[in-house]
C-alpha cells in the first residue's frame, strides 16, 4: 500500500501540469484573437462627399475607398470614446451612441471632407501660403508657407507629431512625384489623425477649434464654409438631418460608378 502513496503523487502532479498547460495555451490563443482583432478593427465604408460626389460625376480625381481602411485602422481608442469633444454632434449628433464600426466610418468620413476642402481630394496637391500665420520658416525643410498632400501637412510634422514623412529622400524627388513620403495618402491621413488627437485628447481642446492646426476647422474662416458643406452627408448612424434630405446609400453608389454615355444620335 505504502508504494502507491508516491506513484499515485506523481499522477495528480502531471496531471495538474497538463491542466495548467492547457489553460496557459487557451489564453495565449484568446489573448492573440484579441490583439489582431485590435490590430485590425471591423471597418465600413464611408459615404461620399459632396464633393466626391461632383468629381464622380465629372471624371475628376476622387476619395478613392481604401483611404476609408487607412483612416479607420489609424483612430485610436479615445477618439471613440467620450473623450472627444462635444461639438462633434454639429455634425454627428448620435456619435457617443454608435457603434464603434460606425464611429470609424464618421472619421473616415470626417477626413475625407477635410481632404476634400484643404485639397480637393488630390493627393499629390502642394500649396504655397502667404499669410502670416501659415508662412513662417519648416524648421526640415527651411520652405516657408508649403504645405502638401490630403490634408496639406508639412515636413515639421514629421517632428512635432511622429509622422512619416522622410524629407532627405523626398528632396531628391520631383514636386508632385507620388512616391514622396508625404504625398502618399497612409502616410498623409495617419499624420492628420495624430493632430487631430493632440489637439481633441491630449490637449482637450475643441473639434472646431479657432487656434487649431487647420484653418477649415476654424469657424469664422472662410475655408470653414467649404468644409462644413462637405459634412452634409456623413453615415446614416450619425443622425444629421439635411435639408433637402440627403440619400446617403444612394449617393455613395453613383460617387464611384461611371457615369453613362446618354448622347444619342437622331
Request: hydrophobic share 35%; with cysteine.
Amino acid at each position: 500500500m505504502t508504494d502507491l502513496f508516491p506513484l499515485t503523487r506523481r499522477i495528480l502532479l502531471t496531471v495538474t501540469a497538463l491542466a495548467v498547460m492547457v489553460l496557459t495555451a487557451q489564453c495565449q490563443t484568446r489573448n492573440s484573437a484579441a490583439g489582431t482583432q485590435a490590430a485590425n478593427p471591423p471597418t465600413k465604408p464611408a459615404p461620399a462627399t459632396p464633393l466626391d460626389a461632383k468629381k464622380a460625376a465629372l471624371g475628376g480625381t476622387t476619395w478613392n475607398p481604401d483611404w476609408d481602411a487607412i483612416v479607420e485602422n489609424a483612430i485610436p481608442p479615445e477618439m471613440l470614446s467620450p473623450q472627444v469633444p462635444r461639438d462633434v454632434a454639429r455634425f454627428c449628433p448620435r456619435f457617443y451612441d454608435m457603434s464603434e464600426t460606425d464611429k470609424r466610418a464618421f472619421w473616415a468620413y470626417f477626413f475625407q471632407a477635410l481632404a476634400g476642402a484643404e485639397a480637393g481630394l488630390n493627393p499629390t496637391t502642394r500649396a504655397d501660403h502667404s499669410e502670416p500665420e501659415v508662412s513662417v520658416p519648416d524648421s526640415v525643410t527651411g520652405m516657408s508657407g508649403r504645405t502638401e498632400g490630403l490634408l496639406q501637412l508639412t515636413y515639421a510634422d514629421a517632428k512635432r507629431y511622429g509622422c512619416d514623412f522622410d524629407w532627405q529622400t523626398d528632396r531628391k524627388l520631383k514636386a508632385n512625384d507620388p512616391n514622396k513620403t508625404i504625398l502618399q495618402p497612409k502616410n498623409n491621413l495617419e499624420c492628420g489623425v495624430k493632430i487631430l488627437y493632440k489637439q481633441v485628447i491630449e490637449h482637450q481642446r475643441p473639434l472646431l477649434y479657432r487656434a487649431g492646426y487647420w484653418s477649415t476647422l476654424q469657424p469664422g474662416r472662410p475655408s470653414y464654409q467649404v468644409f462644413a458643406k462637405q459634412m452634409t452627408n456623413p453615415p446614416l448612424a450619425c443622425g444629421l438631418w439635411t435639408k433637402p434630405p440627403v440619400k446617403q446609400a444612394e449617393t455613395a453608389k453613383k460617387a464611384r460608378e461611371p457615369v453613362a454615355n446618354t448622347n444619342s444620335s437622331h
